[in-house]
């Protein structure tokens, strides 16, 4: 039982993220998260304000099912197969983390200091997850994918665009971690 | 009932993210810090097994379940917006700690606020589709 309830390995859950993507090419559509995001703009009916929106949103649904069923993934993960162990990030990590205000992740996904109620009583927290939340829309769309999209598909698929917007998402994640992090936080 | 595979498929990807950690904000700091393996390892195995999977159905000529042979869309060979786009999704991502997957898995593993990143992100989305035409 402990082999579920604690976290599964690198090489086991690589794997199976891809026949994840492999299940959904082999029911004849691809694997993409962020393209929710535009379906979700044209049924809330922004196809009135920009061309791009404007298409049948009913061949879409398919994706949005795969949404409604992560949510539940993630619901039934930390009720039922998951332990209170702390998650076990490299102790350097976790210095530098305190040096910015930010405690230890015990067994949380998301840190308190920025993702609580509490914490998003400071205007500052939520202008930050609001300004998070805008680059990642903006920026999939405009690469043309995401995570799922480009660095798991695009690249097994062996797609030159996808290589270079994963150097893209390091680029910017490491801009934002190394130089901008400091700035926020410190 | 053609819905239910779709939702089984997303169920089984919430469960493999969440047990994995990739959607915990500490491993994207992590990696980003290069002070770990474990998502190079779960992104460099995914990567290696997907494009093993790929390739040999192209090979075995397997068909999809509606008949068609295996294949996927070609990426449009738009290279300045794929790294633009990248940079600024990278951003968001090292920021909230959260990519479009995780976002929806995060939801429902009770973290509620990253609704507030979501909602932005469709957001974000829409401000894109406003000025596509005018983007490098």
């Known amino acids: 039982m402990d082999y579920i309830l604690n976290p599964w390995p690198w090489y086991i ?17 691809t694997f993409g998260m962020s393209s929710n995001l535009r379906t979700i703009c044209s049924i809330g009916g922004a196809g009135k304000y920009a061309s791009f929106f404007d298409f049948n949103w009913k061949e ?80 999939t769309r405009y690469a043309g994918g995401c995570t799922s999209g480009h660095a798991i598909t695009g690249l097994s698929n062996l797609q030159l665009p996808s290589l270079v917007a994963v150097i893209g998402f390091f680029i910017g994640g490491l801009l934002m971690t190394h130089i901008l992090f400091p700035l926020i936080f410190l | 009932m053609k819905a239910l595979k779709f939702l089984f498929t997303g169920i089984f990807f919430g469960i493999v993210l969440t047990k994995s950690q990739a959607i915990s904000w500490y491993r994207i700091v992590e990696m980003f810090r290069f002070e770990s393996f474990h998502m190079y390892g779960i992104i460099g195995s995914a ?14 000529k397997l068909k999809t379940t509606e008949g068609d042979l295996i294949s996927l869309p070609q990426k449009a060979k738009k290279y300045k917006s794929a790294l633009l786009g ?33 909602v932005s992100s469709i957001v974000g989305t829409f401000i894109y589709g406003l000025v596509a035409d005018r983007l490098p």
């Not at chain 1, 891809?18 to 299940?23: D, E, P, Q």
């Not at chain 1, 197969?81 to 983390?97: A, G, Q, Y």
């Not at chain 2, 990567?47 to 075995?60: D, H």
Request: charged residues 5%; proline residues 6%.
């Open chain 1, 60 to 139: 879409q649904q398919w994706n949005l099912w795969v949404a409604v069923g992560s949510i539940i993934g993630g619901f039934i993960a930390v009720h039922f197969l998951s332990n209170s162990n702390p998650i076990d990030i490299n102790p350097s990590t976790i210095e530098v983390l305190s040096s910015y205000g930010f405690n230890g992740p015990e067994a949380n996904l998301a840190p308190a200091e920025l993702y609580s109620f509490e914490a998003l009583k400071n205007p500052f927290n939520l202008f930050l997850l609001v300004i998070g939340g805008i680059f990642i829309g903006f920026g």
């Open chain 1, 13 to 29: 859950t690589g794997p199976l993220i891809a026949i994840v993507m492999f299940l959904l090419v082999s029911f004849g559509k």
């Open chain 2, 47 to 60: 990567v290696v097994t997907g494009v093993i999977l790929i390739q040999l159905s192209k090979k075995l």
């Open chain 2, 86 to 118: 990248g940079t600024i999704f990278g951003l968001g991502w090292a920021l909230a700690g959260a990519c479009p997957g995780p976002m929806f898995i995060l939801l429902g593993a009770g973290y509620y606020s990253i609704a507030i990143v979501l």
